[in-house]
């Protein structure tokens, strides 16, 4: 095959001058190391010939000996650098020619038509990469950072072994013949989410995480299950950072995994974050820790992040597309084209088929289709909600009744994805004076989700990408929101006036909104909002369902709280589509599938909106249950 000629036969397929030092992979990619500086410079066509001919991603960089030593270098970057893109930072990463530009406006460091990168390269020659440093300060995503700088060495042989198993000797001869997934998690149930993908050739996990809501027999995937062996499985696909998705990829590097983690750039930093947070609450809550730090480390140090449509191979009969799923930040569908066009399936993973206020809706047109796995939270027939212009001037009125009564409004978010919305539209009413001017407290990991999302304006929608862009108007950044970083500055809110206070978890599951509810539920001039969807068994459910009385465990006492809070309950600002929405999105779906799965919803939802899904477009449909596997070819 020519990618494997190009490895071992590089100076015979490229020209002489090119004067070739090695050629490896980085992961689907092939990188060729050139010692001829001319050549780096300008290849005259040679590397996009060979682009056309073998379909694959080339690069081409200088070798480490031609590159300016690092002092030097880091002086000419700087004075090359204008100093209108900001506070910088200049990473060197030797084992790849690469150095890595952190600015705070990036745009402006590339330069117009990349000048300035151009300027870089022909002045140092290491290869310039470019990244945001977020407006908010972001530990977790310097800490990310740090990780894969100071582990570049293990990084660059881990990325040319994912390209030789991806390259290489297949497992089995000939042509894949059968496709099979079978259900570990999330079938007829939402939470758990873990669905294993077999072929002949290649076994691929997609998505992995904990039902946080279920008692601890029931809430994690079926891991011990036959079909799943660790040491044989090639890759994880993850579709985004919500921890019934995410938080047990690090137990499978607990248990010796070392193969890659597929997803976008924010999908990496928010499951990082989510899992390091779900060790801590594991230790509040005096539970063993199913994984430790160094676990969610190795999980960063095997990631391979792909934009929106980028397509790559990740096994040898497997090419892996991520399409915007409009669910949260940095979530996608995840398409996978099996054995050169046998079959083509796609995950949709959560998906919202609806422009909200930071986010695009889910992209509904692909190049082929035969299967798809999607996602049915709001899949039944009563699961058509109020409108999100609807539900905005609902949770208004909400905050001028309760202000004007002195009031607090809790509201209880998922960290990421609704309490990024809400602040938007808060924001924005506060501004145009359609509700009291009145603090808005963040506490949890809102705070820190929201300083991921300022490192990522890209994958907003493009009504909020102008607005920081071209009106250089963030409204993550207004004096209005407050960071609640201590139990003092939370005493404060709680003995202050009225405000607004965003506080993870949204299914009241733990986490400081709980720890809210119990100091402002018994007073009747506050409100309690609940927009996220209650897992079953959660106190937002119970609460949702009308109990009054709720029991706390402090110490060896049990300590009641009497509910006399207002409790609204909105779903309009949800992240899933509503049932009129997921069928839109299936009549809308370019090509349509032959066959669909449905998931990730309560059994009696899921199968509603299967019979639905058959009897109005008469396609094939099944609604499997967990440890079922499914043959779909």
Not at 226 to 240: F, G
Request: glycine share 6%; hydrophobic share 35%.
């Amino acid at each position: 095959r020519m990618v494997i000629k190009i490895i071992e036969n590089g100076k015979e397929l490229l020209p002489s001058h090119a004067d070739v030092s090695s050629i490896s992979f980085e992961g689907a990619n092939i990188v060729i190391y050139t010692n001829n500086k001319e050549f780096f410079l300008d290849s005259n066509g040679v590397i996009k010939s060979i682009v056309s001919e073998i379909k694959k991603r080339v690069e081409l960089r200088p070798d480490s000996s031609l590159c300016m030593g690092i002092e030097k270098a880091e002086i000419e970057i700087k004075k090359l650098l204008p100093k209108e893109a900001g506070k910088t930072n200049i990473i060197f990463d030797p084992q790849r020619s690469q150095v890595i530009i952190e600015a705070e406006k990036p745009g402006i460091a590339i330069g117009k038509a990349g000048e300035n990168l151009k300027e870089i390269k022909k002045k140092t020659f290491w290869v310039p990469l470019v990244q945001r440093i977020p407006s908010i300060k972001s530990k977790i995503i310097e800490n990310i950072r740090n990780v894969l700088y100071l582990n570049d060495d293990y990084r660059r042989k881990f990325l040319n072994s994912v390209g030789e198993r991806i390259y290489g000797n297949r497992k089995k001869e000939g042509k894949t013949e059968w496709i099979r997934i079978t259900f570990l998690g999330g079938a007829s149930q939402v939470g758990r989410s873990c669905y294993l993908l077999q072929t002949e050739e290649s076994n691929i996990m997609v998505d992995c995480g904990v039902n946080v809501a279920a008692s601890e027999d029931s809430a994690y995937p079926f891991l011990q299950a036959p079909e799943l062996k660790l040491d044989q499985l090639d890759a994880v696909i993850l579709t985004h950072a919500h921890v019934d998705h995410s938080s047990l990829i690090p137990l499978l590097f607990k248990y010796g995994y070392r193969g890659p983690v597929y997803c976008t750039p924010p999908t990496r930093d928010v499951a990082s974050l989510l899992c390091l947070d779900f060790i801590s609450i594991g230790q509040m809550e005096n539970k063993k820790s199913l994984y430790e730090t160094t676990d969610v480390k190795e999980m960063v140090k095997h990631t391979i992040t792909l934009n929106y449509e980028e397509v790559t191979d990740i096994t040898p009969d497997v090419r892996l597309t991520f399409y915007d799923a409009g669910h949260i930040l940095g979530s996608a569908m995840a398409h996978l084209h099996v054995a050169d066009g046998l079959h083509n399936l796609m995950f949709t993973g959560d998906m919202n088929y609806e422009s909200s206020n930071l986010l695009s809706s889910a992209v509904t047109k692909f190049p082929r289709l035969e299967t798809l796995i999607i996602e049915s939270t709001y899949g039944s027939k009563d699961d058509t909600v109020a409108t999100r212009r609807e539900s905005e001037d609902y949770l208004k009125n909400v905050i001028k009744e309760t202000i004007k009564k002195k009031g607090k409004i809790l509201m209880p978010v998922l960290g990421v994805g609704r309490s990024q919305e809400i602040m938007l539209i808060l924001e924005k009413a506060m501004k145009a004076g359609e509700i009291p001017n009145v603090p808005i407290y963040l506490q949890g990991m809102v705070w820190d989700v929201t300083a991921i999302h300022t490192a990522y304006p890209d994958f907003f929608n493009s009504r909020t990408r102008q607005q920081i862009f071209h009106k250089n108007d963030n409204p993550f950044l207004s004096e209005i929101f407050k960071h609640v970083g201590s139990q003092k500055e939370m005493k404060q809110v709680i003995e202050g006036g009225p405000c607004i206070i965003l506080a993870t978890s949204g299914m009241m599951t733990g986490g400081s909104s709980v720890e809210y509810f119990k100091q402002l539920g018994e007073d009747p001039k506050n409100s309690l909002v609940l927009t996220s969807y209650q897992g079953e068994g959660s106190l937002g459910r119970r609460l949702q369902q009308g109990e009054k009385e709720i029991m706390f465990q402090e110490g060896r006492k049990q300590i009641p709280t009497f509910v006399k809070m207002d409790i609204h309950s909105m779903h309009g600002f949800t992240g899933h589509s509503d049932r009129n929405q997921l069928m839109n999105f299936m009549h809308r779906l370019n090509p349509r599938p032959k066959k669909v799965l449905v998931v990730h919803g309560e059994r009696s939802k899921s199968l509603d909106f299967a019979s639905s899904v058959h009897k109005g477009l008469r396609i094939e449909t099944q609604v499997p249950k967990n440890l079922e596997t499914v043959r779909i070819r």
